[in-house]
């Protein structure tokens, strides 16, 4: 089973390494080490604490229900807009998320760059690469 290590699973919960250290000193989730002394959270183990860690997010932050689970919180970095349509980008951590939407949309939701937005994402079709 691979294990990461504090940095990695940081970036994996989109968090800092100092919040991941914290959890992980807090007993919220169970770190061994290696041999070098680096701590190490089993990938199982990060798996289970990832879903807690979202689901809590998800109740604590008071957003609407919504059937999209995939959301990425971020900023927006640009705005493109058209006679209709419009194409609004969010870089979210790692991830530069790209929409296309209504100018209309884009004009009540206000978006404007460097303020911060959460694209959500629903899809029935979705390409997984194994890293």
């Not at 041999?35 to 998800?58: C, K, M, P, T, Y």
């Not at 919504?66 to 970095?77: D, K, L």
């Amino acid at each position: 089973m691979q294990s990461y290590t504090i940095g990695q699973a940081a970036r994996l919960l989109g968090v800092s390494p100092d919040t991941a250290r914290r959890w992980a000193d807090a007993g919220r989730v169970v770190t061994h080490r290696d041999e070098g002394g680096r701590r190490l959270i089993n990938g199982r183990d990060l798996a289970v604490f990832s879903v807690e860690v979202g689901q809590g997010a998800h109740l604590e932050d008071g957003e609407p229900c919504t059937s999209a689970r995939n959301a990425f919180p971020g900023i927006v970095t640009a705005v493109k807009l058209g006679d209709v349509a419009a194409q609004v980008e969010i870089q979210a951590g790692p991830h530069r998320l790209v929409s296309l939407l209504t100018r209309e949309a884009v004009e009540e939701l206000g978006l404007e760059v460097g303020m911060q937005a959460t694209a959500h994402v629903k899809s029935t079709g979705v390409h997984i690469d194994r890293t």
